[in-house]
């Protein structure tokens, strides 16, 4: 358990120094890949919807319980050859599955030409982090759609993993990187398979529905955790419940909703998907407009719920090792 809590506390300060820098090898690029080739494998195969539901349930438990399983193999591995080539790689692949860092580059790369007034270019870059069409927003378009972002990938890409991470610190053998490789390979399947329209309606259900099961709990602890931070729980609280239960995902209405709360702003309204308008129901209230400044405070917000969390983590170590 003392190795695993050190290999947590590095993992957690090289996201913070370095992130995911764009040449190096990722895991969640070999899961894509793994993903891509599967999903069409099994499209081609299974051609109506009940065996389209039951390859979706395939794909999920190979691409979940193998990324932690392939982790666990690889830092036993390591660990046969040093000790130390173990504990390295352990840190790196746990490393990885932190997005904090890579969040808010995501976010400085699309505010920096918004700022300089090149909206045209602030479209270009943020249609690489978002689903909807870029091509039209105004400057607060844009703004609301990175605070969205910001506000939503906190949650599936820096506190769940933590959460995931901080669980396997207490389980013996497993350790904190497979448990949270494991979630990232679910959070990508999500991503990439995990939509009602064709052509994966049937098979990315299984990986969608456990998906959101799997974030719950760390969605509900992120929440709960943001709303005592500002200093005024029950309104924000009031607020999530008023709000983000109007949402149909489970998780991200939530994790979208405490930022608006926290903030002061509103979220929400009409996306543009494609061509097709979409409504997403609004999240909190419209008591300050969407600034460069929101976003930085958001940001800053979830760097200080991933720090007290790690800093619970670590106070729970030293209490059971004292005992």
């Known amino acids: 358990m003392t190795n695993s809590i050190y290999i947590l506390i590095i993992a957690a300060f090289l996201d913070y120094l370095i992130g995911d820098p764009w040449d190096w090898p990722h895991p969640v690029q070999v899961m894509g890949w793994v993903i891509s080739r599967l999903s069409k494998f099994f499209l081609r195969l299974c051609k109506n919807p009940l065996t389209q539901r039951l390859a979706g349930i395939v794909l999920g438990i190979i691409l979940i319980i193998g990324s932690g399983l392939i982790g666990f193999l690889i830092i036993q591995s390591a660990k046969l ?3 130390l080539l173990g504990i390295g790689i352990n840190t790196v692949l746990l490393a990885s599955c932190f997005a904090g860092r890579s969040l808010r580059a995501a976010a400085e790369a699309v505010l920096q030409p918004l700022t300089a007034g090149d ?3 602030a479209r270009k870059i943020l249609s690489n982090y978002v689903g909807r069409d870029t091509q039209n927003l105004s400057q607060a378009e844009i703004l609301r759609a990175v605070l969205e972002t910001v506000a939503e990938n906190a949650t599936d ?3 769940a993993p933590l959460f995931y991470a901080i669980v396997g610190v207490f389980v013996p053998i497993v350790g904190p990187t497979p448990l949270a490789l494991a979630y990232k390979a679910s959070s990508t399947l999500d991503s990439m398979v995990g939509y009602r329209e064709a052509p994966y309606t049937y098979l990315g259900w299984f990986c969608a529905r456990l998906e959101d099961y799997l974030t719950w709990l760390p969605c509900r602890l992120t929440v709960l955790t943001l709303a005592l ?3 005024k729980p029950m309104d924000v609280w009031r607020i999530c419940c008023r709000d983000a239960v109007k949402d ?3 998780n991200s209405g939530w994790s979208e909703c405490v930022y608006a709360a926290f903030l002061g702003v509103q979220m929400g309204g009409t996306n543009w998907y494609r061509g097709v308008a979409k409504y ?3 999240l909190g209230d419209a008591i300050y407009p969407i600034t460069v400044t929101s976003i930085h405070n958001a940001l800053q917000l979830t ?3 991933f720090l ?3 800093g619970i983590a670590i106070a729970i170590f030293l209490i059971l090792a004292n005992n």
């Open 81 to 83: 050859v040093h000790p």
């Open 119 to 121: 909206l045209e270019k």
């Open 157 to 159: 890409g820096v506190m």
């Open 229 to 231: 931070l500002s200093g």
């Open 248 to 250: 149909p995902s489970p």
């Open 280 to 282: 997403k129901p609004l």
């Open 303 to 305: 760097r200080s719920c």
């Open 308 to 310: 007290l969390w790690l």
